[in-house]
């Protein structure tokens, strides 16, 4: 990896996911040398679930089971009396210091493999496999931390359930790549799936919070505060066109539509009863009076858009615009911005900046009211 420069794939892989599959490999390392444990000669399976099937194979062959090595099993050790000599080679803590560590483990597992391994070749392999049992009992151990995980986050409690799931059940290699698969559809999952919120005002302050999460919080006369809590991308721009539409109650298409077949409704009837038409009155009594004139969508919780995310926010602009309700932005942070300019969103030379993006969600809702109210009086004249 260090030679092609692959570190960065070491990022996608996280915590939990790492510790599943540590998990799921000490499971098929302690399934291996079970058989050896019990002395059982039993083939050693190769392919995918060899868990599952080396412990069919116990069972089915346990009562083979070799009692001596099972007693020896229970035999305290003891250790021999010796005497270790300090000694201290060229400042080798000094040498440690400068990570080479690494590299004095491996000289003395090759001293071991080189010459004492003769002296260890009598062991029985029980004892061999009680010992390489009991170096995994740290892995092991992670199974205690489940219900931590759990309280503390479902999602991460998944994944190292299924990392160390498919690990121990299918294989060491495709479980690994099932970890980070899943894992990084999790996070995927989550910028489909975000929270999403109607913000109200805090007493009689310039801050605006979820009405859901806190209390005593009052919803702005006729304008909806929206805040979508991910990026916005070509990936999750459906939900959010969905969760804006459930939540203001709103969705421009079928409100046009209806307004739509209200005027044919009336053209029609008024037809029948032989009244002249006014094509300006059946307009005024198809459209209906909306519970609010803006929606402001807080854009804080946006750490970034595509340019399918673009796209979506002029299409809610002009599509609000066509039943009477302006969409306006607020708390954009500079790479929001920086999108929406080069894609012209405010317009040639940004001439609509002013009108459409603000700085705070308390000066959208002020500009709205304003707006509404100048827009009030200019029909009350006509």
Known sequence: MAVFRLGFVSVYLSAPMLDGFATGASLTILTVQAKYLL?????????????????????ANIHKTNLCDLITR???????????????????????????????????VLLVLLFFAPYIQALQKCVLACIIIVSLRGALRKFRDVPAKW??????????LVA??????????????????????????????PK????????????YEDIEEYKNLTAPDRVKIFRFQAPLYYANKNAFLRSLYKAVGVEPFLELTKR?????????????????????????????????HTIVLDCSAIPFIDSTGMATF??????????????????????????????????????????????TVHAAVLHANR????????DSVV
């Not at 002395?39 to 069972?59: D, E, M, S």
Request: net charge positive; charged share 20%.
């Open 39 to 59: 002395g059982l000669k039993i083939p050693r399976h190769q392919g995918y679930g060899t868990v599952a099937v080396t412990w069919i194979n116990i069972f």
């Open 74 to 108: 229970f035999i305290p050790p003891q250790v021999p009396a010796f005497k270790i000599v300090p000694f201290n080679l060229f400042g080798l803590p000094y040498i440690l210091s400068f990570q080479v560590s690494g590299l004095i483990s491996a000289l003395v």
């Open 151 to 160: 309280r503390a986050s479902r999602t991460d409690a998944i994944v190292w």
């Open 164 to 193: 160390m799931s498919a690990t121990a059940l299918i294989s060491v290699e495709l479980g690994l790549l099932v970890g980070m698969v899943f894992s990084m559809s999790c996070i995927i999952y989550k910028t489909q799936n």
């Open 196 to 207: 999403v919120s109607l913000l109200g005002r805090v007493n009689d302050t310039n801050l």
């Open 260 to 292: 739509k077949k209200a005027e044919k409704k009336d053209k029609k009837q008024a037809k029948t009863n032989g009244e002249k038409t006014n094509f300006d009155v059946l307009v005024g009594v198809g459209k209906k009076e909306l519970e609010f």
């Open 314 to 359: 002029t299409a809610l602009v002009k599509e609000y615009k066509e039943i009477s309700v302006s969409v306006l932005l607020a708390c954009c942070n500079t790479s929001v911005i920086d999108t929406l300019q080069k894609g012209e969103f405010f317009g040639r030379n940004n001439k609509d900046t002013s009108s459409l993006l603000f700085y």
């Open 371 to 378: 707006a509404a109210e100048e827009s009030k009086a200019e």
